[in-house]
C-alpha cells in the first residue's frame, strides 16, 4: 500500500471510532476485510489511527475541516508534510482537498485553549493542572519488558532478545525493566517470550511492584488481578513459602493468567469465589483498582474520549467500594496496598485520605506518584498497615 493509501484506510477505521466504536475493534475489523494489507501496512494504519486519537482536537483544530478526514489534515499540518503527498485522489488515495476545505484550513488559525492544546475534554482541564507533562499523554507510548529474574539475568536476556531482531537497554526506573529499541511485532514469537522469561509490561507498572515489602511466609493476595500482569511480577519477587492467589470480579479476565502462569514457571491460586464473601484473611492484599486510566492513555487513547463526569464518579464509587470490603481481608498488622493507573487526585490522594476517613485502623504508611516525566505512565502508589 502507499502511504497515502494507507491514510486512506485510516480515515474509513476513525470514521467509525468518532461514531463511539473501540479503534482496536476497527483496525481488526479492517485487517480481516483487506488480506491483501501486509504487515507494515496494518501496523502503519494503526500508528496513524491512534496518533489521531492522541491529538483529536489539536488535529481538527489545525484543519478546520470536520470528520476524520479533518484529523489528518491536521496531522499533515503538525508534521509540516505537504497535504497534497495524501490527498491527491490518485489510486486508493483520498481526495484532493477541495476549495470549500482549503478556506476552512487557513481560517483555523485561532488561538488553542489548554483543553485543545492538551488533547483532552474541556471538562477535565481541573484534573489536570496545567502541567507541561501531561503533552507526553499526545505521545506514542515505549515498548517495555518486565524480565522474570527467577529465570534469567539482564545481561543474558539482552543479549539472547539481540539475536532474536529484538534491541533493548535496560532502565534505572526499574532493575527489571527492558525498553525496546526498534522493532516490536515479533516480541510474542520469541522464544524469550515463549519460555516465560519476558512479558510486555510497562517500567512504570513493574516499579510500583518493586516498591512493596512482601512477607517471607503468609497469604498474598491480588484482589483486581485482571490479565495477570502484576500478578506475575509479584510471583517472581515473593518466596515459596508465601501462598499467592489471584482474584478478579469479571472472572473472564483471569482466562489468560493461568496459561501466562504456566509459562512463567510460577503458581498461582485463582480464585472462582469472591473472598470477601468467604471473609478470608490474607497478610498482604493489593489493589489495582478500576480507574479511569488517565496515566496510560498514550496506550488506549480512545478511552479518553469515552470517559464522561458521570463515569469518573461511577469509578470513585467502585474504588471506594473496594477499598472498605477488602479492608476486611486484611489480618492485624497487615498492608493493604492500592494503585491506579490515573493521574486524577480524586482517584488517588482524595481516595485514600476518604478512606483513612470512613474506616477506624488504617494508617498510610508510604505513598508515591510515578510521573509521565520519568518515561512511564502516570500511576499512584499508597500502602496502608492495619493498626
Known amino acids: ?35 491483501f494489507a501486509g504487515s507494515k501496512d496494518r501496523a502503519a494504519i494503526r500508528d496513524i489511527v491512534y496518533d489521531g486519537l492522541r491529538n483529536l482536537r489539536s488535529y481538527a483544530h489545525y484543519s478546520g475541516v470536520g470528520g476524520a478526514r479533518g484529523v489528518f489534515i ?18 486508493y488515495a483520498p481526495s484532493t482537498i477541495s476549495n470549500e476545505e482549503n478556506t476552512m484550513i487557513y481560517s483555523s488559525k485561532a488561538d488553542m485553549s489548554l483543553a485543545i492544546k492538551l488533547d483532552i475534554p474541556d471538562w477535565l482541564v481541573p484534573n489536570f493542572n496545567g502541567k507541561d507533562e501531561y503533552s507526553v499523554l499526545k505521545e506514542r507510548a ?31 526506573v526499574a532493575k527489571t525493566a527492558l525498553r525496546v529499541i526498534g522493532e516490536t511485532r515479533k516480541i510474542p514469537q520469541t522464544n524469550s517470550y515463549l519460555n516465560g522469561l519476558i512479558e510486555l509490561q510497562d517500567a512504570g507498572s513493574q516499579a510500583l511492584v518493586l516498591e512493596l515489602n512482601f512477607p517471607n511466609h503468609g497469604k498474598v493476595l491480588d484482589y483486581c488481578a485482571g490479565g495477570g500482569g502484576k500478578t ?24 489468560a493468567l493461568s496459561h501466562r502462569a504456566d509459562r512463567a514457571g510460577i503458581h498461582v491460586e485463582l480464585l472462582k469465589k469472591d473472598p470477601v464473601i468467604k471473609d478470608e484473611k490474607f497478610d498482604f492484599v493489593v489493589l489495582d483498582v478500576p480507574c479511569s486510566g488517565s496515566g496510560a492513555w498514550r496506550r488506549t487513547p480512545d478511552a479518553k474520549w469515552k470517559l464522561t463526569p458521570a463515569r469518573l464518579e461511577e469509578l470513585l464509587e467502585t474504588q471506594a467500594d473496594i477499598l472498605n470490603t477488602t479492608s476486611n481481608l486484611v489480618t492485624e498488622n497487615g498492608t493493604l496496598v492500592y494503585m491506579t493507573c490515573s493521574l486524577f487526585a480524586s482517584e488517588n490522594e482524595e481516595q485514600i485520605s476518604n478512606f483513612i476517613e470512613r474506616v477506624v485502623g488504617w494508617k498510610l504508611t508510604f505513598s508515591k506518584h510515578f510521573e509521565l516525566s520519568s518515561g512511564t505512565d502516570g500511576f499512584y502508589l499508597a500502602i496502608l498497615n492495619r493498626l
Open 232 to 255: 506475575l511480577a509479584i510471583a517472581s519477587l515473593i518466596s515459596n513459602n508465601v501462598i499467592l492467589s489471584a482474584f478478579d470480579r469479571d472472572p473472564d479476565r483471569l482466562k
Open 142 to 172: 515505549p515498548i517495555d519488558l518486565r524480565v522474570n529474574l527467577k529465570k534469567v539475568n539482564l545481561d543474558n536476556i539482552i543479549a539472547s532478545l539481540l539475536k532474536e531482531g529484538i534491541k533493548t537497554e535496560p532502565l534505572d
Open 74 to 91: 491536521g496531522r499533515l499540518i503538525a508534521n509540516n508534510e505537504e497535504l497534497t503527498s495524501v490527498f491527491n485522489g490518485e489510486g
Open 1 to 35: 500500500m502507499t502511504p497515502a493509501a494507507r491514510y486512506a484506510a485510516a480515515i474509513e477505521i476513525f470514521d467509525r471510532t468518532l461514531l463511539g466504536a473501540p479503534a482496536e475493534r476497527e483496525l481488526t475489523r479492517w485487517a480481516r476485510g483487506n488480506r
